[in-house]
């Protein structure tokens, strides 16, 4: 299975991207909030976290393989949660995925099913059954993404989404986790490592 590509993009159009690999050139599908970045890479070389599917109709033995291509692990990640909601699936999710999401996720998070409605090919009753079945499981991914952090304080998404976890293991809440990572990340700091952003994190706490 394909989990990551590295290569330069030589053409985005709508939800495909054709990215150059040696001598091999992918297509690769993505939704349009990654589109949109993509867009400014033309040439350079980047790295997409991908995921690998099978489409077509197994019974008649037509079954392309397909990548779908993401900008971090954790949008991956969160892409395929949002896939086994009941309804929605490979093709409707990608369609739906037009804003960010740290914006889809806080959508989930406030219950907000007006807005989650409001994305493509999701309608009331998919914007419920998402709720319902992701309410509980989103609150990292609308902290990790979801604050706009300072351009110096370079961090990795998977960095402070795993800090959040620790921090809800060690006894915090999800609003209490969430404010100590705001503080940290507002700091003109570069964190490399779980282990640093904690590090800042009780020094705040102790100051």
């Known amino acids: 299975m394909i989990t990551k590509i590295t290569g330069t993009p ?8 054709t990215l150059a690999v040696d001598a091999f050139e992918y297509e690769v599908l993505i ?26 109709n197994p019974m008649q033995g037509r079954m392309t393989p397909r990548l779908i291509g993401f900008l971090s692990g954790i949008e991956r ?6 896939c086994q909601v009941d309804g929605v699936g490979v093709k409707k999710a ?3 995925m037009v804003r960010p999401v740290q914006e889809v996720a806080q959508l989930i998070e406030d219950q907000d099913s007006k807005g989650l409605s409001g994305l493509p090919g999701i309608g009331p009753a998919t914007a419920e059954r998402i709720i319902a079945k992701l309410r509980r499981k989103v609150p990292k991914f609308a902290l990790l993404i979801g604050r706009d952090s300072p351009q110096t304080a370079e961090v990795e998404r998977d960095v402070v989404s ?3 976890e620790v ?8 609003a209490d986790a969430r404010r100590l990572l705001d503080e940290a990340l507002s700091q003109k700091k570069i964190y490399k490592d779980v282990e640093s ?9 102790n100051a």
């Open 10 to 17: 030589v053409t985005v159009s709508g939800d495909v991207l």
């Open 31 to 56: 939704p349009e909030f990654t589109r949109r970045h993509l867009q400014e890479q033309i040439g350079k070389q980047i790295s997409l976290h991908t995921i690998e599917y099978l489409e077509g």
């Open 77 to 82: 990640e969160f892409f395929e949660l949002f």
């Open 94 to 96: 990608l369609r739906a």
């Open 162 to 164: 795993e800090a959040f």
């Open 167 to 174: 921090l809800r293991a060690l006894g915090h809440g999800e």
């Open 197 to 205: 952003l904690l590090h800042t994190v009780y020094q705040q706490r």
